[in-house]
């Protein structure tokens, strides 16, 4: 009668050793997820800025309020893990105890959503956000590194030279603008 749950939900011909190699087989199968990705990394990213700068007829400068979407899924465990990202906090590990999850739980939701590993997912935002950062405030490139979760001056050279080949100074210099400087405020 201990396994009276397996008949419950399989049905009496689903013996023990059954359930076990389904369990085995499903640990074993590689992840290949057969429906589109609802969500863009572009769709799902939480600007980290609060105004942006704007000229009147006479030239003058004022800050116009921001109202950034922070809630792009729907999905209340998603929305959160973006708002996190985006203030810098990327620990997943920390995230998941919030809500009772495993770390393969939220890597399965962001595949799911997204069509990308976890890990990449978080890297590629965490990088689009340092970017952002780059571009449009003269923070420091601690505080960059700092504010887009990888952490480190260091982390953020490693990452910016793996994936781009690129110094976060000369990724700076790429992405800005004439008149970037300044155009938003955290």
Not at 39 to 45: R, Y
Not at 76 to 94: N, P
Request: contains cysteine; proline residues 5%.
């Amino acid at each position: 009668m201990a396994d009276s749950w397996i008949f419950c939900i399989f049905g009496p011909e689903f013996s023990n050793c059954e359930l076990m190699s389904y369990y085995a087989w499903n640990r074993r199968r590689p992840r290949v997820y057969n429906g589109t990705p609802q969500w863009s990394l572009d769709a799902l990213f939480i600007s980290p800025f609060t105004a942006k700068r704007k000229f009147d007829e006479d030239g003058v400068p004022h800050w116009e309020k921001l109202s950034p979407v922070t809630a792009p899924t729907g999905i209340i465990v998603m929305d959160h893990f973006l708002r996190r990202l985006t203030a810098g906090q990327g620990k997943v590990d920390e995230f998941c105890l919030i809500y009772g999850l495993r770390v393969e739980d939220l890597d399965s939701l962001i595949y799911i959503l997204t069509g990308m590993p976890g890990y990449k997912f978080r890297l590629a935002y965490q990088l689009r956000l340092a970017d952002e950062l780059l571009r449009y405030t003269e923070l420091s490139l601690h505080d960059v590194a700092k504010r887009s979760g990888l952490g480190t001056h260091s982390n953020l050279c490693v990452v910016l030279g793996k994936y781009l080949g690129l110094t976060p100074t000369g990724r700076r210099i790429m992405l800005r603008r004439p008149g970037d400087a300044g155009r938003y405020r955290l």
